[in-house]
């Protein structure tokens, strides 16, 4: 099992430590530019590197990130929140998310029909 770094001195080391452990340059290369072909891993390592002028752009950043979250690496993504002041945060498990926002979707409207029925009583009074 390989080891990965857990404290990173910038973020090309932290999003080179992703990408190792999601199987390295040739495997996430064509995920995030799938037409590249085989120049995608060359290009993700330019990158990567700061001394090169290649760089991702936000949305790009933005998948590399899920992919390391659906690896289970996160020290990128706490890079990020120890760099910018934030609070470091779990994963949010999909199918958690799903049942949470359905959860979330019946308290709605349950409460939308309680006030339709408050609605329709006032207007009674009213007429």
Request: a negative charge.
């Amino acid at each position: 099992m390989h080891q990965f770094e857990l404290v990173h001195d910038d973020i090309f080391s932290a999003l080179r430590g992703l990408v190792s452990a999601c199987g390295g340059s040739k495997v996430i290369g064509p995920q995030i530019w799938p037409g590249k072909g085989e120049k995608s891993a060359a290009w993700l390592d330019d990158c990567l590197n700061i001394d090169r002028a290649a760089k991702l752009d936000p949305q790009e950043l933005i998948l590399l990130l899920k992919l390391g979250r659906d690896r289970g690496f996160h020290s990128a993504k706490h890079f990020l929140d120890d760099e910018t002041h934030y609070e470091r945060s779990a994963p949010i498990d999909p199918e958690d998310q799903r049942a949470k926002l359905q959860r979330e979707y019946i308290e709605a409207v349950s409460r939308l029909e309680q006030l339709t029925r408050a609605l329709n009583t006032t207007l009674k009074a009213v007429r």
